[in-house]
């Protein structure tokens, strides 16, 4: 069985892969924005503005399953389960 900080990280890439999503469809969807507007209208702008559309549910989605499976891996483990405080350089030079 994966570790705490394991499990925490694996719902925090899941997160940052619905981040990533989200953002890259603001970004497909502005540039069929720009399209349309500028009376470029065809099939790839048109696939463009759906790739756009299906990257944000995806994205919006993703983010929403992570956010339930924090709240109940923190329900189970306790909040603050899995993080690691961050070392002091004075730190690691000792373990070193």
């Not at 983010?63 to 923190?74: D, G, I, T």
């Amino acid at each position: 069985m994966p570790s705490l900080i394991q499990r925490r990280m694996a719902i925090d890439r899941q997160r940052l892969s619905g981040l990533y999503f989200v953002t890259g469809s603001v970004v497909f969807i502005v540039l069929c924005g720009l399209n349309v507007v500028d009376h470029r209208l065809n099939g790839f702008v048109i696939g463009q503005g759906l790739i756009g559309v299906a990257w944000l549910i995806i994205g919006l989605v993703t983010r929403r399953r992570a956010r339930k499976a924090m709240v109940a891996f923190e329900s189970a483990e306790g909040v603050g389960a899995g993080v690691q405080p961050p070392r002091t350089p004075r730190e690691q030079n000792q373990h070193d």
